[in-house]
């Protein structure tokens, strides 16, 4: 939902840091894989129950995550970066979910699973419509430059983020929000089929 308004100007604040890395011999390819091992560190932190240090690694994370798509505008995106920085997004987004049915089995379990189940309708939904898209050769008005048809919903990578941001800062309450986040997430996977019913109707 935030995603079309927050990434243009992410985009214009990491462009003097990306250009610098990329003079300096830096690839988008390797800012996306350092980014993705720095977010897989949330899970161990997490699941210990270091949920600042977990906050702080997701943080990173995602910074990499903007600065990969950086580089890769100005040298010149690619079908393997795309393929890899949503694939990697994707194990991220669950794993740290994961992290907290880890530090709490009994208390986090069935929110836990109610939230990643919510992710996998989220996640299929917008996969699906973008292959059909590319397929028909439609691009996203909004979010043009990405690499695959940028499908948006109630919930999206930034009300992800937050999601993270809340869950590791109120650990405690990590049950009632992920039930609320995955009751938005699933209104946005219906929301989506429906999109794709219509949109590729014969």
Not at 65 to 86: K, M, N, Q, S
Not at 129 to 143: D, E, H, P, Y
Not at 180 to 189: E, I, M
Request: net charge neutral; aromatic share 14%; charged share 10%.
């Amino acid at each position: 939902m935030l995603d079309s308004y927050i990434i243009p100007t992410q985009e214009r604040l990491l462009r003097p840091l990306a250009a610098w890395l990329l003079a300096h011999g830096a690839t988008a390819n390797r800012i996306t894989l350092v980014g993705f091992v720095i977010g897989l560190g949330a899970v161990p932190a997490i699941a210990g129950g270091q949920f600042m240090l977990g906050l702080v690694l997701i943080a990173l994370n995602r910074i990499f995550d903007g600065l990969d798509g950086a580089v890769a505008r100005l040298a010149g995106p690619t079908d393997r970066g795309a393929f890899l920085d949503i694939a990697l997004d994707f194990f991220f987004y669950a794993a740290i979910p994961f992290a907290f049915v880890l530090a709490d089995p009994a208390g986090n379990g069935l929110a836990g699973s109610l939230l990643l189940l919510s992710f996998v309708g989220t996640g299929s939904s917008f996969l699906a419509f973008a292959v059909i898209a590319q397929r028909r050769g439609l691009n996203s008005l909004k979010m043009p430059k990405k690499g695959l048809y940028y499908l948006g919903g109630i919930t999206e990578g930034a009300e992800t983020i937050a999601l993270f941001i809340l869950i590791c800062l109120f650990p405690e309450l990590f049950a009632i929000i992920a039930t609320v986040f995955a009751a938005l997430a699933f209104v946005t996977t219906l929301a989506r089929w429906w999109w794709g019913w219509k949109a590729f109707a014969e």
